[in-house]
């Protein structure tokens, strides 16, 4: 059970921010979840309209929960990039407009009457699966997910590791030389090799390079990862080409994990991560390069928490008045 400090009793709203969608949950302190809301995060088209999609979210969370807003003790919020979450000031939030130099909790002042608790976004999922999943008994875990970007986040001894503001930007390690510009400005990334739109441009520049495959049929403007997943389980050879090398990448970026940090566990996140094929060849890689007598003390699994580890973590970061 998920130790509370905020004692005012009542709920909590955890919300999970990302590129593409927020999703706001009213969370009862034993974990169950209430309600589950998503909207488009509008993530391009700036910090105001984001915060006011944030604040419609978590209203409609809570009604649909039958609760009123002063049965909420908080909001909890995962946040990607790089900020300093006690003060709000945002630094570098790859894949939304104009965040970057502006304050988090004065822009949501001005559409929400919550009291806000903001945390890196995987920290938050790995908050989530600490309390609530498969790390109720990790003392050292790090958590990744996949989606539009690779987030990173670590607990240890039931603590989000942070440096001097920030936490740890695993999806920002360099895995190669020579290869993709990252959304950071910087080349090779593991983001840059396993982020949404490098999965699809890899499978698109295949198909460009003339090689036969079903998912051809699709609208190739409007291709998903998902998309290449279904056609992999279908047996379509592209598809698993273009899934075994991004596991072959996130692999890599695992390893690291496993040689930096010493977990125990190791949780894959986002939807992306979901898929088989992609995720044995990730635990291929990571166990055939990590060192071989830390490898043997992790575990790597994918979320059992599925998408909804995000939202209890940023419900626990308001229970616990905390940020990570």
């Not at 488009?40 to 609760?67: F, H, N, W, Y």
């Not at 490098?198 to 049929?217: F, H, N, P, Y």
Request: hydrophobic share 40%; charged share 25%.
């Amino acid at each position: 059970m998920l130790p509370i400090r905020n004692t005012d009793g009542g709920y909590a709203v955890g919300i999970d921010l990302g590129g593409t969608t927020v999703t706001a949950s009213a969370v009862s302190h034993d974990g169950n979840i209430l309600s589950r809301i998503e909207y488009p995060s509008l993530a391009k088209e700036g910090m105001e309209t984001t915060c006011r999609q944030i604040s419609e979210a978590a209203d409609k969370a809570v009604k649909d929960a039958g609760l009123r807003k002063r049965d909420v003790i908080a909001c909890g919020m995962g946040t990607p990039g790089v900020f300093d979450a006690p003060t709000g000031d945002m630094f570098f939030v790859p894949n939304f407009k104009d965040w970057d130099g502006k304050n988090l909790y004065r822009a949501l002042a001005e559409h929400s009457p919550y009291k806000y608790y903001i945390g890196n976004d995987v920290n938050a999922a790995a908050f989530g699966e600490y309390f609530y999943g498969a790390g109720k008994e990790s003392r050292a875990m790090v958590m990744f997910t996949m989606g539009t970007g690779i987030g990173s986040g670590v607990i240890i001894d039931g603590k989000p590791l942070r440096g001097v503001f920030a936490s740890p930007e695993m999806g920002h390690i360099v895995i190669s030389e020579n290869g993709p510009r990252c959304v950071c400005g910087a080349r090779d990334c593991l983001e840059a090799f396993c982020g949404r739109d490098a999965i699809t441009a890899r499978c698109l520049e295949k198909l460009a390079a003339g090689r036969d495959s079903a998912v051809s049929e699709l609208d190739k403007e409007r291709l998903t990862p998902k998309d290449i997943d279904i056609y992999a389980e279908r047996g379509d050879e592209l598809c698993l080409e273009v899934l075994r090398e991004t596991g072959y990448y996130m692999g890599l970026g695992v390893a690291n994990a496993i040689n930096i940090f010493n977990p125990d566990l190791i949780v894959i996140g986002g939807g992306v991560g979901q898929s088989e094929t992609l995720f044995e060849a990730l635990k291929k890689t990571a166990f055939e390069t990590a060192i071989p007598s830390l490898a043997e003390k992790c575990s790597v699994i994918q979320s059992p928490l599925d998408n909804m580890a995000g939202v209890l973590g940023a419900a626990g970061l308001a229970y616990r008045g905390e940020y990570a």
